[in-house]
């Protein structure tokens, strides 16, 4: 015997950690919330369009863990360069992350550094060592993206509240 549709959203209901979301939902809600997050999905992954830079760096998983480092270290500000990627992504050869910053650094979206001492880190630094940071254009449309994404899904928080 099939199962009927409505039986289908209970199950799923009920293996759903829906207490971890910021208002309270009924089974009779859930589809509708579900087609709200593949909409917005589909925004968000959208909106990696809205740069070059941005395209670039999220076009791929190995990409993206890359930029994700980078972008910390520059917020942080701790050096990273290529031999300190390739000790955090043990799974990518140091080839692979040699070659990711390389292409980003020749398409002007990271931009080598001399390393600079925050006020944490009070070791000296190698200044032969070029820190890689994120460009100024990266960053700005990796804000804005997240704005974005911040912006959409405060309205479909506040549908359902």
């Known amino acids: 015997m099939k199962p009927r549709a409505r039986d ?3 199950e799923i209901f009920k293996k759903v950690d ?7 939902i009924s089974p ?3 589809n509708e919330l579900g087609i709200d997050i593949a909409d917005d999905l589909n925004g968000v992954l959208q909106g990696i369009n809205m740069s070059p830079a ?3 760096c999220l076009s791929t998983i190995k990409k993206a863990k890359v930029f994700i480092l980078v972008y910390q270290a520059n917020e942080r ?3 990273i360069y290529k031999e300190e990627i390739a000790k955090k992504l043990i799974e990518y050869s140091y080839k692979t992350i040699a ?3 390389d292409e980003g650094t020749q398409k ?3 931009v080598p550094l001399e390393p600079y001492e925050n006020d944490q880190r009070k070791k000296k630094l190698d200044r032969k060592v070029k820190n890689i940071r994120p460009s100024l254009d990266l ?3 990796f804000y804005n993206w997240n704005i974005d994404r911040i912006a959409k899904i405060s309205v479909i928080i506040n549908k359902y509240k």
Do not use: C, D, M, Q
């Open 8 to 10: 289908r959203v209970e």
């Open 18 to 24: 829906v207490n971890k979301l910021p208002f309270k």
């Open 28 to 30: 009779e809600k859930l």
């Open 54 to 56: 941005l395209k670039w």
């Open 77 to 79: 500000g701790l050096p």
């Open 99 to 101: 070659t990711i910053v």
């Open 108 to 110: 002007g979206f990271y």
């Open 139 to 141: 960053l700005a449309s």
